[in-house]
T-cell receptor, first 116, second 112 residues
């Protein structure tokens, strides 16, 4: 149990376009989902926390108009990178936490975004 | 502000050795401490989760300890195998586990 999927696994896009990444909890309901970004050979940095049915909470320094997060259901959260630029190229990983899981987060396989 | 440090940054050992990975954190008010494994280009696999009230957790050849007073956690891997080669990340859970602060990881290579 506790499987999290992401789609797509890889995406290449042109500068100025928007890209949507989906994060799904496959076998459990996730009231809270998290979005992380990982630069090459660096650790994960939390971007934002999303709760089902409410607005996401963004970490300091993360542009909320740039990285739009929607958590419309208990099994799906989406991250949209708007007007993408090469500096947005990164590895984006989501995680989900189920009810009464003592804070444990289960991570998706990640999405590699390359902006040309 | 919580800061998590992992030592060593990289480690290469022959197959069969027992090894210890270290993780230290600056804020002892952690809710939990989690160890993950990350293979190249992949997501994270949770290995062990230690609640703040616990001292250690074990799963197979893995044992993780937590000492909040000294701000340290260790991951012990017994009888290492080439398949254990990966990056190991520790993360301190803050704000009831809602915020994970990650270390930079230890890149482990187990040679056959």
């Amino acid at each position: 149990g506790a499987v999290v999927s992401q789609h797509p696994s890889r995406v290449i896009c042109k500068s100025g376009t928007s890209v949507k990444i989906e994060c799904r909890s496959l076998d459990f309901q996730a009231t809270t989902m998290f979005w992380y970004r990982q630069f090459p050979k660096k650790s994960l940095m939390l971007m934002a926390t999303s709760n089902e049915g409410s607005k996401a909470t963004y970490e300091q320094g993360v542009e909320k108009d740039k990285f739009l997060i929607n958590h419309a259901s208990l099994t799906l959260s989406t991250l949209t990178v708007t007007s993408a630029h090469p500096e947005d190229s990164s590895f984006y990983i989501c995680s989900a936490r189920r009810l009464a899981a003592w804070g444990e987060q289960f991570f998706g396989p990640g999405t590699r975004l390359t902006v040309l | 502000k919580q800061e998590v440090t992992q030592i060593p940054a990289a480690l290469s050992v022959p197959e069969g050795e027992n090894l210890v990975l270290n993780c230290s954190f600056t804020d002892s008010a952690i809710y939990n401490l989690q160890w993950f494994r990350q293979d190249p280009g992949k997501g994270l696999t949770s290995l062990l989760l230690i609640q703040s009230s616990q001292r250690e957790q074990t799963s197979g050849r893995l044992n993780a300890s937590l000492d909040k007073s000294s701000g340290r956690s260790t991951l012990y891997i017994a009888a290492s195998q080439p398949g254990d080669s990966a990056t190991y990340l520790c993360a301190g859970g803050m704000e009831y586990g809602n915020k994970l602060v990650f270390g930079a990881g230890t890149i482990l290579r187990v040679k056959s």
